[in-house]
C-alpha cells in the first residue's frame, strides 16, 4: 500500500518532489494533446475516445449510496416492506419490478442470519491464476456493447496473450508494476508473442469501510445486463476488483498485423497454444488466457528486493536526485527490470528520465540510437509499443558500439549535458549486455561519468558473468577513458552536480525461464525485436483514422529542401 510520505522541511522551502501523484491520475480519459511526445500513443487515446464517446466517463463515487441500515429506516419512501424471518433478521419485498428493486431483492436473498452469505454464494476465491471454468463464475461478456467485467479477488492474477483497453471499475489492480485504481483513465495492455505474457494481479483495497455491493451494483449497470449483473455481484466484498476489458485496434496494430509474417503477432505462440483457454467470456475481445502452465513474469527475491530498494531510497530523502543504472550481461532481463522500476515510480511521481546506453535493445526509438527521454506514461508493453519522440536523441547508426567506443562515449557525455542538474526527477540509465573486455570497461566509465546513486546488476545462475562493480572494486578498476583513482572523468558535473564519493549496489538474480539464453521462437529473437520497433516506428504514417493500411511505398519520404 502506498501512503504519502510527510513532506520534509529543508529551510523555508517544502519539498514537492515525491509526493503521492495518484490523484493526478483519476482525471477522465486522457486527451491526445497531453501525449504530444507520444504521436502513437495519441493516436490510439484519440480512437478509443470516439469509440466510447458515448460511454459515461468513469469517475470515482463522490458520495457512497445508503447502506442497508440506512433503507430500513426509510421504507415508507422507498417501497420496502420488511417482514420478519425465523432468525430474527429482516427481508424485503418490493413493490416494483426496477432493476434496483430486482438488485435488492437478489441482495437480500444472499444474506441470513447476520449477514453471513450462504457457502454457495461465493464461488472459489482463492489466489492464484483465474483460468478454464473459474473465468465463466467471475467474467461476463457484453455483446452489445462489446466489452466484458471481470470481478478478481486478492492476489487472482489474469495471465493473457493479445490486446486490450483495460478499466478498473471498482478497487485497483496492479500490471507490471503500475497500479491502476478506480476513476484512473482506460491503460493500453500489449501483450504479444514477442515477449513474456503479461498478468493483471489483483491488489487488496485500500478502504475497508465501503458498501461494497451497493457500490459495485450502480457501476455494473453502466456495463451489463441485469442477469450478468447480478451474477458478478455476488462476488463482490469490500476487497474485490472489478475490471472493465475493452478491444483495442490502432494504427499500430492494425500496421504490423498487415504483415503476413506479423499477422499472428498478437496470439499465443506454438509453444503455448496447448495452454490457450478458448472458452471463456474474455475470447473475441483480443485477449486469450492462459493457463497456470505457462509462466508469466517471474521475479526472484532478490529482484524484488532490489526494486524495493531503489523505489525506496527514490522517496525517501536523497540530496539532489537518484541515478540509477542498470547493467547486466544478455538476456537477463534488464529492459523488463527497467519498465517494472518505471512503473513503480509513476506510482509515486508524476516522470522518469531515461538515458538510453544501449544501441541494440532500445527502448523508445528505433535501434542505433542514444537518446533522454521524460516517462510519464506506464510501459504497458514491450518497446515497440511505446516507440516516441524524446527530448534529445543522437543517432548513432549501428546496433554496436565496438567500431568507435569514443564516439559512444562522447554521445553519452552530450545527452547528459543537455539534461537540467537542477532536475530532482529520477534517473534510469539503460546499458548494453556487453560485459566482458571492452564492454565491462565501458561500464567502469559510465559509473565515473555520472553521478550514479545505484548500481543494480542483474546476473543468472549465482552468478554476474563479470565482475562485481562494488564500489570498493571500482577505485582501482581501469575504464576505457578513465583510470584510478578518478571519481569523475567530467570537471563539469563536479561542478554544477557533484557525485556521490559511493553508491549503492544491488545484485538482483533473474531466474526466468531461458534466463541467459536468447529466445528462438519466431518473433523473439532480437533482431525480430529490432525490425519491430522500426516498424511501429513508421506505423505514426499510418492515418489515424480507421481504414485500409497504406503501404509503405505509398507514403512520401521526408524531403531536405
Not at 152 to 167: I, V
Not at 250 to 258: K, N, Q, V
Not at 438 to 458: A, Y
Request: aromatic residues 6%; contains cysteine; glycine residues 6%.
Amino acid at each position: 500500500m502506498k501512503v504519502n510520505k510527510p513532506t520534509q522541511v529543508k529551510g523555508h522551502t517544502k519539498s514537492q518532489k515525491w509526493k503521492d501523484v495518484r490523484g493526478r491520475r483519476c482525471r477522465p480519459p486522457i486527451k491526445s494533446t497531453d501525449l504530444n511526445s507520444s504521436p502513437v500513443m495519441a493516436r490510439m487515446v484519440k480512437e478509443h475516445q470516439t469509440s466510447v464517446k458515448k460511454k459515461p466517463t468513469v469517475k470515482r463515487l463522490k458520495s457512497k449510496a445508503k447502506s442497508v441500515s440506512d433503507t430500513k429506516k426509510s421504507t415508507p419512501q422507498s417501497g420496502l416492506k420488511p417482514h420478519t424471518q425465523a432468525n430474527g433478521s429482516l427481508a424485503f419485498t418490493m413493490d416494483n419490478d426496477s432493476d434496483d428493486s430486482q438488485d435488492w431483492i437478489e441482495y437480500s436473498r444472499t444474506i441470513k442470519g447476520n449477514g453471513v452469505e450462504t457457502p454457495g454464494d461465493m464461488e472459489d476465491v482463492r489466489p492464484g491464476r483465474l483460468e478454464g471454468e473459474a473465468l465463466h463464475y467471475c467474467a461476463e461478456r457484453n455483446d452489445q456493447q462489446n466489452h466484458a467485467v471481470l470481478v478478481m479477488q486478492k492476489d487472482q492474477t489474469l495471465c493473457f496473450r493479445g490486446k486490450c483497453f483495460l478499466t478498473c471499475l471498482y478497487g485497483r489492480v496492479e500490471v507490471m508494476g503500475f497500479t491502476i485504481e478506480e476513476g484512473q483513465q482506460s491503460y493500453p495492455l500489449f501483450s504479444p508473442a514477442s515477449h513474456c505474457p503479461l498478468t493483471i494481479r489483483a491488489l487488496e483495497s485500500a478502504d475497508d469501510t465501503r458498501d461494497d455491493r451497493t457500490e459495485a451494483s450502480a457501476i455494473l449497470r453502466k456495463y451489463l445486463q441485469s442477469a450478468s449483473r447480478k451474477k458478478l455481484l455476488r462476488r463482490v466484498t469490500s476487497h474485490s476488483s472489478v475490471i472493465l476489458l475493452e478491444p483495442m485496434e490502432t494504427p499500430l496494430t492494425r500496421f504490423l498485423t498487415s504483415f503476413t509474417d506479423l499477422s499472428e503477432l498478437f496470439n499465443p505462440p506454438m509453444s503455448e497454444l496447448m495452454s490457450a483457454v478458448l472458452d471463456t467470456p474474455l475470447n473475441g475481445l483480443g485477449m486469450i488466457p492462459l493457463a497456470t502452465t505457462i509462466e508469466g513474469l517471474n521475479m526472484s527475491n532478490s529482484y524484488r528486493n532490489a526494486l524495493n530498494t531503489v523505489v525506496s531510497a527514490c522517496r525517501g530523502d536523497m540530496d539532489g536526485c537518484a541515478v540509477i543504472l542498470v547493467c547486466g550481461t544478455k538476456n537477463v532481463g534488464k529492459s523488463t527490470y527497467i519498465r517494472i522500476l518505471i512503473n513503480t515510480l509513476l506510482n509515486h511521481t508524476t516522470s522518469v528520465d531515461y538515458l538510453e546506453g544501449d544501441l541494440g535493445q532500445t527502448e523508445f526509438t528505433p535501434a542505433g540510437c542514444l537518446s533522454l527521454s521524460t516517462v510519464r506514461e506506464p510501459l504497458l508493453g514491450p518497446p515497440f509499443t511505446h516507440q516516441r519522440t524524446p527530448e534529445h536523441m543522437i543517432y548513432y547508426g549501428q546496433s554496436s558500439c565496438e567500431s568507435d567506443l569514443d564516439r559512444y562515449l562522447e554521445c553519452l557525455k552530450s545527452l547528459w549535458r543537455r539534461r537540467s542538474q537542477s532536475r530532482e526527477t529520477p534517473v534510469i540509465i539503460n546499458t548494453m549486455g556487453w560485459v566482458k573486455g571492452f564492454g565491462f570497461q565501458l561500464l567502469v566509465d559510465m559509473i565515473r561519468f555520472f553521478p550514479v546513486s545505484h548500481v543494480v546488476q542483474l546476473g543468472h545462475s549465482e552468478s554476474t558473468q563479470c565482475p562485481v562493480l562494488t564500489p570498493e572494486f571500482l577505485r582501482t578498476a581501469h575504464g576505457y577513458q578513465t583510470h584510478p583513482p578518478a571519481q569523475t572523468a567530467l570537471d563539469e558535473f563536479t561542478e554544477s552536480h557533484s557525485p556521490p564519493r559511493s553508491y549503492v549496489h544491488l545484485i538482483a538474480q533473474s531466474e526466468f525461464q531461458g534466463v541467459g539464453r536468447q529466445g528462438t521462437a519466431k518473433h523473439q529473437r532480437t533482431n525480430e525485436h529490432r525490425e519491430l520497433s522500426l516498424l511501429a516506428y513508421l506505423s505514426q504514417l499510418q492515418s489515424p483514422d480507421p481504414g485500409p493500411v497504406r503501404p509503405l511505398n505509398c507514403l512520401t519520404p521526408y524531403q531536405v529542401h
